[in-house]
């Protein structure tokens, strides 16, 4: 990095902060420090409800995993609009309607205190656990850039996050929010079109993708019926529509977003918006992914992405036979370029050698098989190394081939990206501890102000949390599918708590508190058996079981319960 990436790197993300304090500094009272007086327009909800979801794992995995697997990924967004679409028919109406501060307030209005605490304890749970997964993950980039220690990183991000929203709350978060997102698609652009700037002069956008497609990176839809294949069409629908009606309808993170809208009409239009804009925004950064794939066939890339586990292997016994499948990538890289600009050639006479066409993926199918085998090395080293170097192709892509300047701008990107998901998560994490944890079991009457310090408290507290869950943070698959992967395994338990809340007036608190445990329970279980250990199922359709679980044991129980006399009769 030179001396211009540094100064846009630290100006931005100085200004961030410094606009957060200055901007939202001095709340007066709960429903200011929460709900920002409910005086957000419906396009800086939109915005704000995007920036929570883009994390820096977003930014970070999502182009290494288009580069190893396509753009497959994308099917995992294809159930989000229709989420959209239902949360703002049910789920808006009643949470304004009932002016509440968390959506887990409703619970206890339509069944009793234990199930709105034990949906709380889930969120929180989750919501702890993902929010140090988005400090963790840009602290990776400058521990691997820099050199500096990995847990001195999470704290210094944790502590830039903690600073503004312990400060304004909400309103610095959403107010944030418009800058962050402003720096990353800015960002993505500049590197979206660097890309297309750097490869051959003769290859077209078109051709690109025609090599990118001859590699099988451009299959996005995938129709098949094995529960094995973790991305389909069907999983994406069904397990996505699950996961994202959990996430934007049930996630405090996502609730208070649009709780702080004007008015219900400006919540709906900020969530369709994001309804209508995730998906092409997903699909863009997995596009980026693949212009770095066909960028590769031109240039030299490194046998392992992963700086961390090369030091390892080149201090080790094996360090010759890594050097010698090094040597072996090199010829099948110059072998490699080659046939591809014979291939864009090709193509420019509107002529596509099929002979060509299966040099190409046979040349890039020895190269992962050399990956694989630099893999099994590493692992012979330290049988612990996460050898999964998703998570390093776009950032060693950034820091090798980017001009000075936008290197800066690019990591600020992911800097953007990592505080704006993180200060969303540590406002309802405070502020779910506060009105539904310690409000509803404080002894005495307490001051507005009161309840505000104790908020400021309970978010400097949860941002100590989870830095020291991003210090203790390993690898597993890639970022982005560890996230959603704890997010699947409880979401579904929580998301059927409030579907049966809103449709279901028949089943009533003691089979619904008694429900929940047990789905959470077995869930857990299925993913130990099936996800982790056999692999036989994929993640996504964890939202689904759990969800269904919940209603049909709910159902079940409350035959054997009868009649609860403690319930409260359904508000919808």
């Not at 004007?262 to 980026?288: A, T, Y």
Request: charge should be neutral; proline fraction near 2%; include cysteine.
């Amino acid at each position: 990095m030179q001396l211009y990436d540094w100064i846009i790197l630290s100006a931005t993300l100085l200004f961030i902060v410094g606009y957060g304090v200055i901007k939202t500094k001095g709340s007066k009272n709960v429903n200011e420090y929460i709900l920002g007086n409910n005086e957000t327009p419906w396009w800086t909800v939109g915005l704000s409800v995007m920036a929570t979801q883009a994390s820096a794992i977003t930014f970070l995995s999502t182009p290494g995993q288009a580069y190893h697997d396509g753009m497959g990924f994308v099917q995992f967004y294809f159930g989000l609009p229709l989420a959209m679409v239902v949360i703002c028919i049910t789920f808006i109406p009643i949470f304004h309607k009932l002016k509440v501060f968390t959506a887990y307030e409703f619970l206890e209005q339509r069944f009793d205190v234990k199930t709105r605490t034990v949906a709380s304890v889930i969120f929180l749970i989750q919501r702890g656990l993902g929010t140090g997964l988005t400090i963790y993950a840009p602290a990776i980039i400058l521990s691997s850039l820099l050199g500096w220690n990995l847990n001195l990183m999470n704290l210094l991000i944790g502590v830039m996050v903690i600073i503004y929203t312990v400060s304004g709350g909400t309103k610095a978060v959403n107010v944030t929010h418009k800058q962050q997102m402003f720096v990353i698609m800015t960002g993505m652009a500049f590197a979206f079109f660097t890309i297309l700037h750097y490869l051959p002069d003769d290859l077209t956008f078109s051709n690109a993708l025609h090599i990118a497609g001859a590699n099988k990176k451009l299959e996005i839809l995938n129709f098949s019926f094995d529960p094995e294949e973790r991305y389909t069409i069907w999983s994406g629908i069904a397990g996505g529509f699950f996961l994202m009606l959990a996430y934007f309808g049930t996630d405090q993170s996502q609730v208070q977003r649009y709780l702080s809208g004007k008015s219900i009409r400006e919540s709906q239009m900020g969530l369709i918006m994001n309804g209508l804009l995730k998906v092409p925004m997903q699909f863009f950064i997995l596009l980026i992914g693949v212009m770095v794939f066909v960028f590769f066939q031109f240039h030299s890339a490194p046998l392992h992405f992963n700086p961390n586990n090369t030091k390892i292997i080149n201090t080790s016994v094996y360090k010759a036979d890594y050097e010698k499948l090094e040597g072996q990538l090199k010829n099948i890289e110059a072998e490699k370029e080659e046939i591809s600009l014979l291939y864009v050639h090709q193509l420019g006479q509107d002529y596509d050698n099929r002979e060509l066409h299966n040099k190409l993926i046979a040349l890039n199918s020895r190269e992962k098989d050399l990956r694989d085998q630099a893999k099994d090395l590493i692992k012979a080293v330290d049988k612990n190394a996460e050898t999964n170097d998703k998570d390093y192709v776009f950032l060693y892509f950034i820091l090798n081939f980017l001009p000075q300047g936008l290197i800066g701008l690019l990591l600020a990107v992911i800097f953007s990206a990592a505080m704006s998901s993180s200060a969303s998560g540590l406002n309802a994490l405070a502020s779910t501890t506060t009105i539904d944890i310690y409000k509803r079991h404080v002894k005495g009457e307490k001051s507005d102000k009161h309840f505000v310090d104790m908020t400021k408290r309970f978010t400097f507290m949860w941002g100590v949390v989870a830095i020291l869950f991003a210090c203790f943070g390993t690898l597993f698959e890639n970022l982005i599918q560890l996230v959603n992967i704890i997010g699947s395994i409880f979401y579904g338990t929580v998301l059927g708590v409030f579907l049966v809340a809103f449709y279901i007036k028949y089943i009533r608190a003691k089979a619904m508190f008694w429900s929940a445990v047990i789905t959470q329970t077995l869930v857990i279980g299925i993913y130990i058996q099936f996800v982790y250990r056999n692999e036989i199922l994929s993640y996504l359709w964890l939202n689904v079981i759990g969800a269904a679980l919940t209603i049909v044991i709910g159902l079940l129980l409350q035959k054997v319960f009868g009649k609860d006399k403690t319930a409260l009769e359904a508000v919808v």
